[in-house]
């Protein structure tokens, strides 16, 4: 069964850091293009960072330095390390694995909950 686990969510001061992390199992998860993304309620749900297959990274500009997106591909785990963290930056986590072959194959996670507050 294919699942993609994010977690390292949780409530963290501004200014604070948390690395999140998508545990895949079922497929390998270094042959996928893997997305970070995020929505907050009333938001669309927007790309953070990704990190290609060939290992081409790419971030949101608006993040401004602030997130590293990583592979640990022994682990089968990508991760998103956010520094410098703001109360906009609260929202719902989500990590996306996807290729093709033969045709789309998308993989979502459930999501975890990243809220920055004082």
């Known amino acids: 069964q294919v699942q993609l686990v994010e977690s390292g969510g949780g409530l963290v001061h501004p200014g604070g850091s948390l690395r999140l992390s998508c545990l895949a199992s079922?497929?390998?998860?270094?042959?996928?293009?893997v997305g970070w993304y995020r929505q907050a309620p009333g938001n669309e749900r927007e790309l953070v960072a990704s990190?290609?297959?060939?290992?081409?990274?790419n971030y949101a500009d608006s993040l401004k330095g602030r997130f590293t997106i990583s592979r640990d591909n022994g682990r089968n785990t990508v991760y998103l390390q956010m520094n410098s963290l703001k109360p906009e930056d609260t929202a719902v986590y989500y990590c996306?694995?996807?290729?093709?072959?033969?045709?789309?194959?998308?993989?979502w996670g459930q999501g975890t909950q990243v809220t920055v507050s004082s």
């Open positions: 996306k694995a996807n290729k093709y072959v033969l045709g789309p194959v998308t993989f």
């Open positions: 079922g497929i390998i998860l270094s042959t996928y293009d």
């Open positions: 990190v290609t297959s060939g290992g081409r990274i």
